[in-house]
Nanobody, 122 residues
Framework: QVQLVESGGGLVQAGGSLRLSCVQSGRTFSNYVMGWFRQAPGKEREFVAFVSLSGSSTDYGDSVKGRFTISRDNAKNTVYLQMNSLKPEDTAVYYC???????????????WGQGTQVTVSS
C-alpha cells in the first residue's frame, strides 16, 4: 500500500511563494508517476501538475503554467510543487497523488494524500 503525506501549505500574500512537498512510503516511489491536484470550496478537483517516473516529463494545468514547477527526488521518495506568483484564486486544498500511469485525469490516480491547505490573501 502507498501512503502519501503532504506538507508546506499555509497562508501567503498574493505574489508570494510556497513549496509543497509530498513524501511517499510503502512502495517503490520511482514506479509511480506523481500528480498535484487542488480543490477549492464548491469546486471540482482541478489538475495542477504531473511529473513522469524519472522527472524528465512534466505537464501543467493552464491556470498555473509558468508559475508552478513540479519536480521529484526519487532518492528521497518526494515530489515537490514550487508555487510562485501566487494569486488569491490559487487558494485551495492541494493534494498529491500517485499512479502507475496517469496524467491529468484524477480518476486514473490510485493513491491520494490527505491534502494541505494553501490560502493566498489579496
Amino acid at each position: 500500500q502507498v501512503q502519501l503525506v503532504e506538507s508546506g501549505g499555509g497562508l501567503v500574500q498574493a505574489g508570494g511563494s510556497l513549496r509543497l512537498s509530498c513524501v511517499q512510503s510503502g512502495r517503490t516511489f520511482s514506479n509511480y508517476v506523481m500528480g498535484w491536484f487542488r480543490q477549492a470550496p464548491g469546486k471540482e478537483r482541478e489538475f495542477v501538475a504531473f511529473v513522469s517516473l524519472s522527472g524528465s516529463s512534466t505537464d501543467y494545468g493552464d491556470s498555473v503554467k509558468g508559475r508552478f514547477t513540479i519536480s521529484r527526488d526519487n532518492a528521497k521518495n518526494t515530489v515537490y510543487l514550487q508555487m510562485n506568483s501566487l494569486k488569491p484564486e490559487d487558494t485551495a486544498v492541494y493534494y498529491c497523488a500517485a499512479a502507475t500511469w496517469a496524467v491529468r485525469n484524477p480518476n486514473n490516480y490510485n493513491y491520494w494524500g490527505q491534502g494541505t491547505q494553501v490560502t493566498v490573501s489579496s
